[in-house]
Antibody, heavy 119, light 105 residues
Framework: QVQLQESGPGLVKPSETLSLTCAVSGYSISSGDYWGWIRQPPGKGLEWIGSIHLSGSTFYNPSLKSRATISIDTSKNQFSLELSSVTAADTAVYFC????????????WGQGTLVTVSS | DIQMTQSPSTLSASVGDRVTITCRASQSTSSWLAWYQQKPGKAPKFLIY???SLESGVPSRFSGSGSGTEFTLTISSLQPDDFATYYC???????FGPGTKVDIK
């Protein structure tokens, strides 16, 4: 069973960089799937941020592309998100998830972690 | 850019009711459409893919249909565990709909 767990600071200051890690267990991140980040502002809907493949190929939401960077570390079986120049609008629950192929739905999700942007 | 809409935004229903939620895309998305269920404080749960294929373990009271630009999620007999918010996703572009909250009438 694929399990994902997000971790990272719960509070980030405006203009700084948000950094989160998703640890994958029960499954090898090297198996060839895609791994993605989705966020949800409080009381609002879901927004896909971007995804990465084992090969290192990345795909980003055009609205966030200039600020988001996703990387993968197969030795630690985890992948990460960095979002630069954050503002209060980036306050959200951030989820990591797996999708088995490019352009496929996310079948396994982490529980999510709340990141608040505030001074 | 493709835009996704859902209707209604909120739906009040009773246990045992048949419930239908509609998802529309601004341009054809073939059958690359998924449905998720989300409860407060939880991650979304994957229900349906390719518009009508039920994910393993999802109760058969859930069904999906449609293609192109209009899709529906139907719950044939609403159960207490089904009160939640439902999202569609055009997963070729990873775009989510705004959600439909199903609450108790």
């Amino acid at each position: 069973q694929v399990q994902l767990q997000e971790s990272g600071p719960g509070l980030v200051k405006p203009s700084e960089t948000l950094s989160l890690t998703c640890a994958v267990s029960g499954y090898s991140i090297s198996s060839g799937d895609y791994w993605g980040w989705i966020r949800q502002p409080p009381g609002k809907g879901l927004e896909w941020i971007g995804s990465i493949h084992l090969s290192g190929s990345t795909f980003y939401n055009p609205s966030l592309k200039s600020r988001a960077t996703i990387s993968i570390d197969t030795s630690k079986n985890q992948f990460s998100l960095e979002l630069s120049s954050v503002t209060a609008a980036d306050t959200a629950v951030y989820f990591c998830a797996r999708h088995p192929g490019g352009g496929t739905p996310s079948d396994f999700w982490g529980q999510g972690t709340l990141v608040t942007v505030s001074s | 850019d493709i835009q996704m809409t859902q209707s209604p935004s909120t739906l009040s229903a009773s246990v045992g009711d048949r419930v239908t939620i509609t998802c529309r895309a601004s341009q054809s998305t073939s059958s690359w459409l998924a449905w998720y269920q989300q409860k407060p404080g939880k991650a979304p749960k994957f229900l349906i893919y390719t518009a009508s294929s039920l994910e393993s373990g999802v109760p058969s009271r859930f069904s999906g249909s449609g293609s192109g630009t209009e899709f529906t999620l139907t719950i044939s007999s609403l159960q207490p565990d089904d009160f939640a918010t439902y999202y569609c996703q055009q997963y070729n572009s990873s775009l989510f709909g705004p959600g439909t909250k199903v609450d108790i009438k």
